[in-house]
C-alpha cells in the first residue's frame, strides 16, 4: 500500500536554529516527490519536486534532498515567517489514476 | 484569474441538507483535482478530472458525493444528505501537462 509518514508532527525553533523534517515514503513506482508549505486558512503552496534518488533542491533558506525510501527538508537560519506545516506527497500515477499521497505533515512554528 | 478560486469560503449546513462547493481553476489548465482536508490531516483525494472527463473518481468516500465538469473549466462538488463526518476542507488543485498542482484556498463545511 502507497504510505507517506512525515516526521515529527511538530517542530519548534528558535529563529536562526537549523533543522530538518522526515518524509519516508513506500510506494510502488515513484514518479515524484512534492513539498508544500501550507499557512492556516490557505491551500498548499509548492515548494519543491524531487524525481530521482541523489537528487536536491534549494531555494531560499530550505533545501530538499531526495533517497530511495526517504525525503528531508532541511531549513538554514530559520526565520518566523518560516512558521507552517509543511506537506510531503508521492505521485500516483497509473491507468486512469493520476494523485498525490499526503502525509500528515509537520507543523513548524520559529520562534524570534 | 491568478490563481484557483474556490467558493464560498466557508458553508454551514444542517445535517441531511445537499451542498454545493465550485472550483475555478487557472485558465488552460487541463486536470483538476478535489481534495478532502481534516483537522489536522493532510489532504486526501477524491477524484480527477481531464477535461470534461472524470477519470478517477475511488477517492470519493460514498455515493452521496458527486462531482462534474461539465464544459472541461468550473467544477462544482456536490454532497447529498450532509453527514457531521463530511465536515472538513475541501481543497481544488489544477495543474497543466506536468507541472505541479496549483491549490486554491478550499472551501470550510461544517455540519450541524
Known amino acids: 500500500e502507497d504510505q507517506v509518514t512525515q516526521s515529527p508532527e511538530a517542530l519548534r525553533l528558535q529563529e536562526g536554529e537549523s533543522s530538518s523534517l522526515n518524509c519516508s515514503y513506500t510506494v510502488s513506482g515513484l514518479r515524484g516527490l512534492f513539498w508544500y508549505r501550507q499557512d492556516p486558512g490557505k491551500g498548499p503552496e509548492f515548494l519543491f519536486t524531487?524525481?530521482?534518488a541523489g537528487e536536491e533542491k534549494e531555494k531560499e533558506r530550505l533545501k530538499a534532498t531526495l533517497t530511495k525510501k526517504e525525503s528531508f527538508l532541511h531549513i538554514t537560519a530559520p526565520k518566523p515567517e518560516d512558521s507552517a506545516t509543511y506537506l510531503c506527497a508521492v505521485q500516483v500515477v497509473g491507468g486512469a489514476t493520476n494523485k498525490l499521497i499526503f502525509g500528515t505533515g509537520t507543523l513548524l512554528a520559529v520562534q524570534p | 484569474g491568478a490563481g484557483v478560486s474556490q467558493s464560498p469560503r466557508y458553508k454551514v449546513a444542517k445535517r441531511g441538507q445537499d451542498v454545493a462547493l465550485r472550483c475555478d481553476p487557472i485558465s488552460g489548465h487541463v486536470s483538476l483535482f478535489w481534495y478532502q482536508q481534516a483537522l489536522g490531516q493532510g489532504p486526501e483525494f477524491l477524484t480527477y478530472?481531464?477535461?470534461?472527463?472524470?477519470?478517477?473518481k475511488s477517492g470519493l468516500p460514498s455515493d452521496r458525493f458527486f462531482a462534474e465538469r461539465p464544459e472541461g473549466s468550473v467544477s462544482t462538488l456536490k454532497i447529498q444528505r450532509t453527514q457531521q463526518e463530511d465536515s472538513a476542507v475541501y481543497l481544488c488543485a489544477s495543474s497543466f501537462g506536468n507541472s505541479p498542482l496549483h491549490f486554491g484556498n478550499g472551501t470550510r463545511l461544517t455540519v450541524t
Open positions: 524531487l524525481y530521482s
Open positions: 478530472f481531464q477535461n470534461e472527463a472524470q477519470l478517477d
